[in-house]
């Protein structure tokens, strides 16, 4: 199969390319290197079912050009960590809604199967202890960045449940709940690799608000592979699916394991939220995934354990991957 994957030299796009190029494909990445990484392909490029186009989903020539010539696409290209959105909140809108808007109608003009990469966080602040694909999403106030983030997401999925519902355009909707695995930047917020790096070099690793706040962690290649399951199963058509694992942990307690396990001498500091996202900024405290439907659509649960993921992020820095 010929497969697009937008947004593939991203931490997430640059797994799938690898693993849909070990099973045979073609695959053709399109990124405009904002978030993405030459990096993260650099090792892909020499293969000949492969191609990288640096480019934008804005730009609506390009997209025609590759969506009319693939089989399936991966829409994974999207603004990208809490940090990412706060600083940068109209490009970000504009990359997830346009951007999604692009890559749907031209997968409806061409009749392409595609995948939409959604996000836990349209789930908001709902206060349940693990969160289901038909539960309510509760979001807070426009004055807050953050919330426009998964609006857009939400947006996104409006859209592609619209073009299956109207037309039976075969899409399919992942929510992916915090992915982590090597090569993930930390750059723009995100929790692991930040803790990682700080711990490594000593310096203090920095709990936002009481760090009494619960997340689930997946690994990237689980993620990867139930992206491909659903992608390859008719049922999941016209389906949003969680993608996530069912271990979760307090990030006190993260923070307290990654120093653990690198033996450092970091203070683990406390940092009111305020001091890092400003005033109008509000935090989840709880997200966790409920896998069932996952699970029942395609008899795949995560294989890897929070600990392993850890490990292999510190191997990575230790060994000067990074
Ligand atoms: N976090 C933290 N310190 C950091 C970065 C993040 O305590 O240096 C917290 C953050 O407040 C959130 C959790 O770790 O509660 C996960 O953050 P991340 O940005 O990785 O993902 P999120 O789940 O917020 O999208």
Known sequence: MNILIT????????????????????????????????????????????????????????????????????????????????EHPLESLITNVRGTEIALELAYVFRKKIFLASSSEVYGKNGKQAFKETDDRVLGPVSISRWGYAFSKGLDEFLAMGYFRSDRLPVVIGRLFNICGPRQSPHYGMVIPRFVEQ??????????????????????????????????????EGEIVNIGSSESIVILELA?????????????????????????????????????KMQSLINFSPKVKLDDMLKSVINEYRNGSR
């Open 7 to 86: 947004g593939g030299a991203g931490f997430i796009g640059s797994y799938l390319a690898e693993h849909l190029l070990s099973e045979g494909h073609q695959v053709r990445v399109i990124d405009d290197l904002s978030t993405g990484r030459k990096e993260n392909i650099a090792h892909l490029e020499d293969k000949d079912n492969f191609l990288f186009i640096e480019g934008s989903i804005l730009n609506y020539k390009l997209m025609l050009k590759y969506v009319s010539e693939c089989d399936h696409i991966y829409h994974l290209a999207a603004a990208v960590g809490v940090k990412y959105i706060v």
């Open 199 to 236: 711990a490594l070099k000593n310096e203090p690793i920095t709990v936002y608000g009481d760090g009494s706040q619960v997340r689930s962690f997946t690994f990237v290649l689980d993620a990867v592979e139930a992206m491909k399951r659903l992608m390859n199963e008719p049922k999941s």
């Open 256 to 292: 307290k394991k990654i120093k653990e396990y690198t033996n450092s001498s970091s203070e683990i500091k406390f940092i009111p939220y305020i001091d890092v996202y400003g005033p109008d900024f509000e935090d989840m405290l709880c997200r966790r995934a409920d896998i069932a």
